[in-house]
Structures are given as C-alpha cells and as structure tokens.
C-alpha cells in the first residue's frame, strides 16, 4: 500500500512523513471520485510534507475490507461508510480489542482550524452532519448526502388540471387518480422501488421510532418495531395504491430501473427517487420534449411533520493515530468540505452541497437561480426537526433487516398478505436478527462483528 508507515505511528508515534490513506466508497458512476481526488492533489500541493492517498472501494464491501486490514496490521486512518453501515463503524475493533474509529468531535477539540484548514464540521447541513453525532459525540464527517425527492412529468399535470406539484400523500393519491383518467393518460401514477429507505423516509416523516434508545442514538438499539402505527400507515397507503391501480410495482424487490423506465417512457407521471437522479432525470426528459420538475417527498398530513432524513456516507477517523497524522486527516476531511470543493461535488456528481457556506456560494454564483430544482432537496432537509425520528435508526445487521422488511413489503404487494400481520411477523424476524448481532459484539470478548454486509 504506497505510502504506508503503520508501523511507525504504533503507540501514537509519527514518521518523518505525514501520509494518509484514505478509502472511499467508489460508486459505478464514471469519474465518481475525480472531485476527491483534485481535492487531495490540491491539499498536498497546499501542504508540503503531508501526503493523502485516496484509494477507493466497493461500499458494499468496504466494512468486510477495513476488518481485514486490521487484522493484516494495514487498518486505513480515514475511511467512509456508507450510512446504514453506521452501527458496523461503531462496532469494528482495532487490534488491540478497542474501538477502530474515535469521535472527529473530540479529536477536534475546540479548534477553529487544523493546519490552516477551518474546521467545518458546524457549518454541515445538519440533518447531514447530526445523522453521526450519536450519544452526543459527532463521530463521523458527511462528505455528500442525499435524500428522497419526488419528480413530476409537468405535462400530464397540466393536461389533468393540476397546478402545483402534489406536497402530501392525499394529494399526491388525488393527482394519480387524475392523470391516469386522462384518455391517453398513463397506465399507473406513480413509481418507486421496493426498497427499505423510503419506508424509513416515510417513518421518520412522522416522527417515528424504529428502535429503542432514540432510534439507537442513545446507546445501542435492542428493540426493534417494524409494526408501528408509523410503518402502517406508511405500509397500508402503499398498498392502497398498488390495489387501486395507482403505483406501479414491477414485481422484483429493490428494481429501481424498472420505475425510471416506468418514468422515462410517461407509464407514470410520478416517480419517488434519489435527489441524485435529479439533473439526469430533467435532462433525459428535456431531450424526450417533456419537462421534469422536482417537488419534496409527500408527506403525510394526519401526523406532525419531523422531517426527512439523509441517504449518503460518513469519513471516519482512526484511533490512535500520531497527533500530527491525526491532524493531516482530519484537515483534509475540511479540505474535502470547503466551500469551492463541497460546490464543484454537487455539480458533478449531483450529491447535496454538503455546508451552508457551498449552498451560499451557489447561491451567489447563480446556480440555483438557473437550477431551482436542485435546490428542492436541500431545502428539505432544512425543514427537519433534528429528533431522533427525524435523523433515522442505527442498527446492528442492518442489512438483514433492510431485507426483511423489503421481503414483507413484497409479501403486501404481490401476495396480499395483510400489513398488520406480516409486519409483525417482520419485526420478530429482524428482532432475532438484532439479538445475534448485539450478541456477538457484546462478547465478552468484545469483538468485530461476524456479518458485516452492508445492505442497498
């Protein structure tokens, strides 16, 4: 591994050089990781005698590496998790039987900077920012987030008489029922994959639990209710609208290409999905002569809205570093966050701008005034309460559970099962999955989780 001198920095010692390695998540997106890696070109050339490697990796495999790093003595000192692998982050030891990460917040201090670099981690939108302060430590920087949008063919609103863009879940059941009674309207309204994040979007809207102990934010989750009036509600209108002919389901669990062809083609005129679709969904419609707008994630309005929580990654720290390489770090997750880089991510890659300060400089840029619609998400975000609803669950095995609850939802709508019966069923499957886990990092020994599968 270029650059490596672990061995060195054993026991809080440095060597003459200050190089860090860092993993990323590299997702199949052409040139996903170049912004991250002109960031660590321009920070070394900013600080001679300071070296980041960027190396990236699988998300779906990046906790099962890390663990057998450390086990082969070669553990990165930062690396990224994707979000629902928070609890594996927490949970995976380093060799000497303790935590492998430690909290940025304390390795940070009170500092305003590190090596020159201001220290950004207040200015993060902080529905991003608070997903990773667990028992009131900030563990983890957000580099780029994400979150649930809804997206809109303008054309069959109009022609089905509706003005605005439908904000909650009646009327978005209400604008279906109108484009697709249009004559040459579209055979469903709406599309979304069967896939965990939005019924944990939907939950957390309402201000609902998935686990105990805040949602797992106060200590670690070992109650888990996948039955909640929350999840019912969200669980009972879904499958309305599947029985009534409103939502297209293609039958396969987590087939997110299925609904953007359902969009793409006008066999619906709505479509739930990433703001990260955002800028290639209004262009391909643009090329197709129709416009794409982009709207906040309906919500429902019977309950008090809390907000909607991220998709996205934290970096990591490793414990135990040297001070000054402790210090290169953690500068260079600032570096990745200023103003200019947080901008430059959002307009490649179409992640959120990821601090207050790149939205201003947007903003004042005239980004946003031409792209109105890549603002929806951000502003939704800001509407969040910050509540542990709000912010979502941590969970050991998430994975499994990720895919208990999609299996019980295709139950719902492609079996008939009843909601109330099979999410109960659900949640004794998923508690038995969450006892294991705990189980088998509690020890004592304490150690590394055995499953660290990182679910989608």
Same mark, same amino acid.
Request: hydrophobic share 40%; with cysteine; proline share 6%.
């Given at each position: 591994?270029?650059?490596?001198?672990?061995?060195?920095?054993?026991?809080?010692?440095?060597?003459?050089?200050?190089?860090?390695?860092?993993?990323?998540?590299?997702?199949?997106?052409?040139?996903?990781?170049?912004?991250?890696?002109?960031?660590?070109?321009?920070?070394?050339?900013?600080?001679?005698?300071?070296?980041?490697?960027?190396?990236?990796?699988?998300?779906?495999?990046?906790?099962?590496?890390?663990?057998?790093?450390?086990?082969?003595? @070669?553990?990165? %000192?930062? $690396?990224?998790?994707?979000?629902?692998?928070?609890?594996?982050?927490? !949970?995976? +030891?380093?060799? =000497? /039987?303790?935590?492998?990460?430690?909290?940025?917040?304390?390795?940070?201090?009170?500092?305003?900077?590190?090596?020159?670099?201001?220290?950004?981690?207040?200015?993060?939108?902080?529905?991003?920012?608070?997903?990773?302060?667990?028992?009131?430590?900030?563990?983890?920087?957000?580099?780029?987030?994400?979150?649930?949008?809804?997206?809109?063919?303008?054309?069959?609103?109009?022609?089905?008489?509706?003005?605005?863009?439908?904000?909650?879940?009646?009327?978005?059941?209400?604008?279906?029922?109108?484009?697709?009674?249009?004559?040459?309207?579209?055979?469903?309204?709406?599309?979304?994959?069967?896939?965990?994040?939005?019924?944990?979007?939907?939950?957390?809207?309402?201000?609902?639990?998935?686990?105990?102990?805040?949602?797992?934010?106060?200590?670690?989750? @070992?109650?888990? %209710?996948? $039955?909640?009036?929350?999840?019912?509600?969200?669980?009972?209108?879904? !499958?309305? +609208?599947?029985? =009534? /002919?409103?939502?297209?389901?293609?039958?396969?669990?987590?087939?997110?290409?299925?609904?953007?062809?359902?969009?793409?083609?006008?066999?619906?005129?709505?479509?739930?999905?990433?703001?990260?679709?955002?800028?290639?969904?209004?262009?391909?419609?643009?090329?197709?002569?129709?416009?794409?707008?982009?709207?906040?994630?309906?919500?429902?309005?019977?309950?008090?809205?809390?907000?909607?929580?991220?998709?996205?990654?934290?970096?990591?720290?490793?414990?135990?570093?040297?001070?000054?390489?402790?210090?290169?770090?953690?500068?260079?997750?600032?570096?990745?966050?200023?103003?200019?880089?947080?901008?430059?991510?959002?307009?490649?890659?179409?992640?959120?701008?990821?601090?207050?300060?790149?939205?201003?400089?947007?903003?004042?840029?005239?980004?946003?005034? @031409?792209?109105? %619609?890549?603002?929806?998400?951000?502003?939704?975000?800001?509407?969040?309460?910050?509540?542990?609803?709000?912010?979502?669950?941590?969970?050991?095995?998430?994975?499994?559970?990720?895919?208990?609850?999609?299996?019980?939802?295709?139950?719902?709508?492609?079996?008939?099962?009843?909601?109330?019966?099979?999410?109960?069923?659900?949640?004794?499957?998923?508690?038995?999955?969450?006892?294991?886990?705990?189980?088998?990092?509690?020890?004592?020994?304490?150690?590394?989780?055995?499953?660290?599968?990182?679910?989608?």
């Amino acid at each position: 591994m270029p650059g490596r001198r672990y061995g060195d920095r054993l026991g809080g010692m440095d060597s003459d050089t200050r190089t860090v390695n860092v993993w990323l998540n590299d997702y199949p997106f052409p040139g996903f990781l170049d912004p991250v890696r002109e960031a660590a070109r321009t920070f070394n050339a900013a600080h001679p005698g300071h070296e980041v490697v960027i190396h990236g990796h699988d998300f779906r495999t990046m906790p099962s590496k890390v663990a057998r790093a450390v086990e082969q003595g @070669e553990p990165p %000192d930062v $690396a990224e998790y994707l979000y629902t692998s928070t609890q594996l982050a927490l !949970d995976t +030891l380093g060799a =000497d /039987g303790e935590r492998l990460f430690t909290p940025i917040g304390r390795a940070l201090g009170d500092r305003t900077e590190v090596l020159g670099e201001p220290v950004l981690v207040g200015d993060v939108v902080p529905a991003a920012r608070d997903y990773f302060r667990i028992g009131g430590e900030q563990w983890a920087l957000p580099p780029t987030a994400s979150t649930v949008v809804l997206y809109a063919d303008t054309g069959l609103l109009k022609a089905a008489g509706i003005e605005a863009l439908p904000r909650t879940w009646q009327e978005l059941e209400t604008a279906c029922r109108a484009v697709t009674a249009l004559p040459d309207g579209p055979a469903q309204g709406v599309a979304w994959p069967n896939h965990v994040w939005f019924l944990l979007q939907a939950v957390a809207q309402q201000g609902g639990l998935i686990a105990d102990r805040d949602n797992g934010r106060s200590g670690r989750a @070992e109650k888990i %209710d996948l $039955a909640s009036p929350e999840v019912l509600a969200w669980v009972t209108w879904w !499958d309305r +609208l599947q029985r =009534d /002919g409103l939502y297209r389901y293609s039958g396969k669990r987590s087939d997110w290409n299925s609904c953007f062809e359902a969009f793409g083609s006008g066999q619906a005129a709505f479509l739930l999905s990433s703001s990260v679709d955002a800028a290639r969904l209004i262009a391909q419609g643009r090329e197709n002569g129709r416009t794409v707008r982009v709207g906040r994630m309906p919500y429902n309005d019977e309950v008090s809205f809390a907000g909607n929580m991220i998709g996205g990654d934290g970096l990591w720290l490793r414990s135990g570093l040297g001070p000054a390489t402790s210090d290169t770090a953690l500068a260079f997750m600032q570096h990745m966050v200023k103003p200019e880089k947080a901008a430059q991510w959002h307009r490649q890659n179409n992640r959120l701008p990821i601090t207050r300060s790149s939205v201003a400089l947007l903003d004042e840029q005239g980004w946003f005034r @031409e792209n109105p %619609d890549l603002r929806v998400a951000t502003e939704q975000l800001d509407e969040a309460d910050g509540s542990p609803a709000a912010l979502g669950p941590l969970l050991g095995d998430f994975a499994g559970i990720q895919k208990e609850i999609t299996q019980a939802m295709h139950d719902v709508l492609a079996e008939g099962a009843d909601p109330v019966v099979r999410f109960g069923d659900a949640t004794g499957r998923a508690q038995a999955l969450l006892d294991a886990y705990n189980a088998g990092c509690e020890g004592p020994p304490r150690r590394t989780p055995a499953n660290l599968k990182v679910g989608w």
